[in-house]
């Protein structure tokens, strides 16, 4: 693809109108254009675009940011990284590609004097599909000599697709459709394409002795763009053991990063396309920022999400549990009304599909805040009998285990849940849950070196720091005691 310049100062034809690239911006009509197309973006953002690109090729510090753009009020760092983000994703690039808009790391940002805009083909159809996406795992590849290699990937490639299948939001092709397919060995696009699906998840196997390599990566479709890729070495005596862990690893950690790829979807959706799937992918970023105000803004697109869809499960079970994270930490009404509204909200969700496990969390989740201990704990394993890869659900558990006392049980359920998704959104709570239950157990130390690895999660929640306070005050005390009374 060609690399077209762009203006510098925004030399275009009227003072109103900068173009670069294939966009245009028009000052007067508050208009960003790709190509003639018409794109929808914030103010702030736009007014954040027109700067850099009046001042193309230029770094444009932070300070100038603050001042054009925010009029010189006292604003973060995070909002300024926020709009930034907000100008990469309309322009179709990203904080790793930095294709158009450049980080100058201590100084500022830098819109580029040439830029590779990403091909829109194959991004406006992923854009513009409607509804949960669809991933077809292709068969791992065996790259050892003796033959070994070639059970253990066709086990994995199998638990995989039947573990994937229990996420109820995602469409998975079934293996047996896979190995029908021409071009199952070959190009994974082309795969796709048959299939029509929007996500590929493609591995290997090599084994040396007793040792075996297993890597994964998670493709997008349209391009071939790798979204998320690990590997894992492991001891390969126990095939069938190495198979279970490797499966479950893979594929929490594989739900985790497609969910929020498709969270980044939805909020490059055009308002007028958005159905009830985008207002739920929408409804959960907010919901994992953990404020009061987004918790409120989740709670109101979940409601618009369930009048799209009235029988959408996963957003009754999201609004239930949003509403019982605003009574818990974010002093909403704590009235009996509401503790109704939310389990009645939980149990419809149910209703809708009693096989998706994250209704049955939910529930959990509200006969927990209800001081309902035994029917929290049936309703959380229930929802891990259903789908043994969902990370949140064993922290949900471990929470009401630590209620009932079984402590030792809670820690090895938040262990887990950090150890099947250690980049879930939800990680802070896996760290500052556990802190919490080292507390009841009186081992302050661990308690404290929890509690401190939740804080230092980007979207904690303040209780992760009351946590490390608590668990600081305990030691603190301690080695008080222990000096007055020489010990």
């Known amino acids: 693809m060609s690399r077209p310049a762009i203006p510098r100062e925004g030399r275009a034809d009227s003072d109103d109108v900068v173009r670069f690239g294939p966009f245009e911006l028009n000052a007067s009509r508050f208009e960003l254009r790709r190509d003639g197309r018409l794109l929808h973006l914030e103010p702030r953002t736009f007014d954040l675009l027109m700067l850099l690109a009046r001042n193309v090729g230029r770094t444009v510090t932070r300070d100038e940011i603050f001042a054009k753009v925010w009029h010189g009020r006292i604003v973060s760092d995070a909002a300024l990284s926020s709009q930034v983000r907000s100008a990469r994703r309309v322009l179709g690039d990203t904080g790793d590609a930095q294709q158009i808009i450049a980080t100058v790391h201590g100084r500022g940002f830098r819109l580029c004097e040439a830029i590779s805009a990403p091909d829109e083909a194959a991004s406006d159809a992923a854009s513009d599909r409607p509804g949960p996406p669809t991933v077809v795992v292709q068969s791992f590849a065996s790259l050892d000599g003796d033959g070994r290699g070639t059970v253990l990937a066709y086990g994995i490639t199998e638990d995989v697709v039947t573990a994937l299948s229990k996420y109820r939001w995602l469409r998975v092709i079934p293996q047996s459709a896979v190995l029908r397919l021409a071009t199952a060995g070959d190009d994974p696009g082309a795969m ?25 990566q998670a493709l997008s479709a349209g391009d071939l763009r790798c979204l998320w890729s690990e590997g894992f070495d492991r001891d390969m005596r126990d095939i069938f053991d190495l198979q279970d862990e490797i499966s479950r690893l893979i594929t929490a950690r594989l739900a985790t990063e497609l969910g929020i790829t498709e969270q980044q979807r939805a909020a490059r959706q055009h308002r007028d396309n958005r159905g009830a799937w985008e207002l739920y992918q929408l409804g959960s970023v907010e919901f994992c920022r953990f404020t009061s105000v987004s918790n409120r803004r989740c709670q109101r697109l979940m409601r618009q999400a369930i009048r799209e869809d009235a029988g959408f499960s996963s957003a009754y079970a999201r609004l239930a549990y949003a509403m019982i994270l605003e009574m818990v930490y974010f002093d909403g009404a704590r009235d009996r009304g509401r503790m109704d509204e939310a389990l009645d909200l939980a149990l419809r969700g149910v209703a809708c599909d009693d096989q998706d496990a994250n209704t049955l969390f939910a529930v959990g989740r509200v006969r927990l805040a209800r001081c309902e201990y035994d029917l929290a704990i049936d309703a959380l394993e229930e929802a891990l009998r259903l789908n043994p890869c969902l990370a949140v659900t064993y922290c949900g558990l471990g929470d009401s285990l ?86």
């Not at 796709?192 to 994964?216: C, F, L, N, Q």
């Open 192 to 216: 796709a394409r048959e299939v029509h699906a929007d996500y590929v998840v493609t591995g290997s196997v090599r084994g040396d002795g007793h040792r075996a390599r297993i890597t994964v």
């Open 402 to 487: 630590a209620y009932e006392g079984r402590l030792d049980e809670a820690i090895d359920r938040f262990q887990t849940a950090i150890d099947l998704s250690p980049h879930d959104p939800f990680r802070w709570a896996f760290m500052s849950y556990r802190a919490l239950a080292h507390i009841f157990g009186g081992d302050f130390e661990e308690a404290a070196l929890w509690a401190r690895r939740a804080t230092q999660v980007p979207n904690a929640h303040f209780w992760a720091n009351a946590h490390l306070v608590s668990a600081l005050g305990h030691l603190a005390r301690i080695s008080h005691e222990r000096a007055v009374s020489g010990a």
